[in-house]
């Protein structure tokens, strides 16, 4: 329990960090739109597939949360998470690039007057599947649409490549990898829970949803 309650603490303190360094640091989006050569190349690419720890479709970007963008781009370059290529390329940015380029990706694609997304799943789960999405209670943080979680330091989830999500789940799963893994204690004690079947199952779920996430290839690759 003492254990539980220091990780808790730990991770209270964190937050309170990052949420400090966001609030410190504004992003502009047409900054960010200028200095973005680097991810264009991966994340503005219809269907990209990344090769590494498998193949994958790179994750769509455009339209995500700023906040989350930027809290990603940090694990990256603290090794957090450990990709090679990503944290190559985090570990050029500083925090303001990193703020303009999350301030740019969170607007990009995004369309003026668009109806929001209703506030359940566009596709009901089925009793399988609910009762996986159940056992980590995970709508709790990622939103009863997954498009809306209850903090923009968390990722929305709905429409994202399956196989981006599947690869991303099993990442909280291993340990003493170098080269492999995320270092976030409550996704790992949640992914733990399930089986890489059962995590297929919840990615594609996901993937099937209705979202606002979106890969926007700059005009020079079209």
Known sequence: MNKLLSIISALAVSCVTVTALAQDIKGDAKAGESKNAMCIGCHGIQGYQA????????????????????????????GERKHPSMRGIAETLNDQDMADLAAYYSVSGVVANVAALPDKPSKEPGEKVQALLNKANCSSCHGANFSKPIDPSYPKLAGQHADYLLVAL?????????????????????????????????????????????????????
């Open 51 to 78: 090769s590494f720890p498998e193949v994958y479709k790179v994750p769509m970007i455009s339209g995500q949360s700023a906040k989350y963008i930027m809290s990603s781009l940090n694990a990256y370059k603290k």
């Open 170 to 222: 099993k990442s909280y799963k291993v340990e003493n990898n170098a080269k492999v893994g995320r270092g976030n204690v409550i996704m790992a004690g949640m992914a733990k829970q399930y089986t890489n079947a059962e995590l297929k199952v919840l990615a594609s779920y996901l993937s099937s949803l209705d979202g606002e996430l979106k890969t926007v290839q700059p005009s020079r690759f079209r």
